[in-house]
């Protein structure tokens, strides 16, 4: 098959959207499949066949930074699509009018259209913006033939913003790149890696889990632990300020950006990686990079995406805003080999489910049905 992935945002980032555009289009790639990337604004050079449509604007949504299309040249585009003639555009959902809307408006009727929807709200302003955006894309709708979420909360979501009905097919990771991470050298001196990966804006929850760290240094509890911040983003500042000023320095250490190529490194060396977002997640595509990597226990805040990955392991679950039920679990894992053992087992169960090698013959069977739907 010849199969369109369409995004109105960067290839560039490697936020969670993406991760499941190029891990699905790396696996189908190597099935056989010839896969291009109809993208807004992308200066990447490592994957072939991309397209970008659009220059983007930088905008906050969802507790996070993404980039918005401006319009898409209708001719260029009209152009690309006759020219390729794909069987299948898989579109990644919610999409803008300007890009998404207009590829799917534009394309030959011979093509299927697949959507996956990716996202939960962080706070009613992303709800209703959600739902005037149903609005503005209301004609492009009917042309989808199969609709995917990536989790059953996505698909609530997807039901009662844009009144899509929609199966679950949950995300991918590619497990075995990341069993492919190697613990690294310098952070095995007999000490306990507590790893936060992500973002440092708000949603994502850092502040919190440094304010349940600070709690345990007071206490005397860290004294053989090692605190690893992964990321960058608009906290960095206030965050590394906040680390200086409670005399942290010697525990806690930020590493800065992490590549896609590190990061299995960082999470393999974790005894604890931690992941205390507040909300907005609509799976949680990282907790299961972390346990494919073999981080030893993860612990993720209790929000609806997160509580879908987790599957009632409420010991593993935490509240990043209370301070001493999160700062209580941090500290039963740091000194329990036996629960990080318990939960480590558990994970190595779980993985599998979420294997690209696993649920991408799932989404072929999807892009064959709405094939012959198309053909019907």
Not at 10 to 36: A, F, I, P
Not at 156 to 175: C, E, H, Q
Not at 275 to 289: A, C, D, K, T
């Amino acid at each position: 098959m010849k199969i369109g992935f369409v995004l109105d945002d960067s290839l560039d980032k490697s936020d969670g959207v993406q991760q499941y555009v190029t891990t699905l289009g790396h696996w189908l790639s190597t099935n056989g499949h010839e896969v291009h990337y109809l993208v807004g604004e992308t200066h990447r050079k490592d994957l072939a066949h991309v397209h970008s449509l659009s220059r983007n604007i930088s905008v906050k949504f969802n507790g996070n930074r993404v980039s918005i299309p401006r319009p898409v040249n209708k001719t260029r585009l009209r152009k690309l699509l006759d020219d390729e003639q794909f069987d299948v555009l898989h579109v990644q959902m919610p999409y803008s009018p300007m890009l998404g809307a207009r590829v799917i408006r534009t394309a030959p009727s011979s093509t299927a259209i697949v959507g996956t929807f990716h996202i939960l709200p962080f706070s009613g302003f992303e709800r209703m913006a959600t739902r005037f955006l149903r609005v503005l894309i209301w004609p492009s709708l009917g042309r989808l033939q199969v609709v995917m979420s990536v989790s059953a909360p996505a698909a609530r979501f997807a039901r009662t913003s844009l009144g899509l009905k929609s199966i679950v097919v949950p995300n991918v990771v590619d497990v075995q790149l990341m069993r492919n991470g190697h613990k690294i050298k310098k952070f095995q001196d007999g000490k306990v890696n507590i790893i936060f990966l992500g973002r440092l804006v708000e949603r994502k929850g850092c502040q919190y889990f440094l304010e349940a760290i600070e709690r345990l240094h007071q206490q005397h509890h860290l004294e053989n632990a090692r605190v690893l911040i992964c990321g960058k983003g608009e906290l960095d500042v206030k965050l590394q300020a906040f680390v200086r000023d409670r005399h942290l320095g010697s525990t806690v250490h930020f590493t800065g950006y992490v590549s896609e190529t590190e990061k299995a490194d960082y999470l393999a060396t974790a005894q604890l990686a931690v992941f205390p977002s507040l909300g907005g997640e609509s799976f949680g595509i990282v907790l299961i990079e972390a346990m494919a990597a073999g981080s030893e226990v993860v612990i993720a805040g209790n929000n609806t995406g997160y509580r879908s990955v987790m599957a009632g392991q409420k010991s593993q679950l935490i509240d990043p805003r209370d301070m001493t039920a999160f700062s209580k679990s941090l500290l039963h894992f740091i000194r329990n080999s036996q629960a990080r053992q318990q939960a480590y087992h558990w994970q190595q169960d779980q993985i599998e489910h979420y294997d690209v090698r696993q649920v991408g013959p799932v989404i072929i069977e999807q892009y064959q049905q709405a094939i012959i739907k198309t053909k019907s």
